[in-house]
């Protein structure tokens, strides 16, 4: 078994009966749903919303109950994947561009669970580029803005055409080097108008498993 599949298995593990259940997104959340797949298919009895259209389309094609986020009152566990993890558990999400709907989810959620592989864990966070998501139509404008904040922002491009999220819109990869203060970059980022929210994700994760390459989980919990 890989360490993303380790760490996804032992996230599953806290699903319960009756539980509403957030779907990551990525090549970690994928395990996770799978794993979840076999529990319903053995009688685990719970319903899901999926923070993609390609979860949602695996979700389904394994035989997952969906819900519709416009029927969530609130979301019992978030089983999600990240790029990178800092000590304190703030998260860069977003490299597969789903990080609108998965930070909407996390903040829904009871509870948010990280499932990664020893790879994603740093001291500070940014050598990762953080994601930006932004409205296509003044993208010009914004991305001066992202520029004055020493983002170096890169409009991500799928194909040669800039890459479309879920959500219509444009992702800004930005490098902002070492992150010293994660919860004041997610805002100032924020308070740029056109930009509809970013990858930083600041104490939002109740606990991080680790998958190692060795076979071993290691579990984080938040303080
Ligand atoms: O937009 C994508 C998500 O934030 C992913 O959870 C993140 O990029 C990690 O993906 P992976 O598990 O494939 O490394």
Redesign the pocket.
Known sequence: MNA?QLAAEQAVEHINDGMIVGL???????WAIRSLAEKVSEGLRIRAVA??IQSEDLAKQLGIPLIPFSELEEIDMTI????EVDADLN?????????LR?KILAANSKRLII???ES?RVERLGAFPL?VEIVPFAANLTIRRLERLQGKPQIRLANGEPFITDNGNWIADCSFGPIADPAQLHLQLNMIPGVVDN?LFVQMAHQVVVGYNDGTVKIINSR
């Open positions: 993303k990551g997104t990525g090549s970690t959340a994928y923070s993609s999600d994947g990240a790029d998260l860069i999400k977003g490299g597969g561009g789903a990080l998965e499932i990664v592989d994603k994601p990858g």
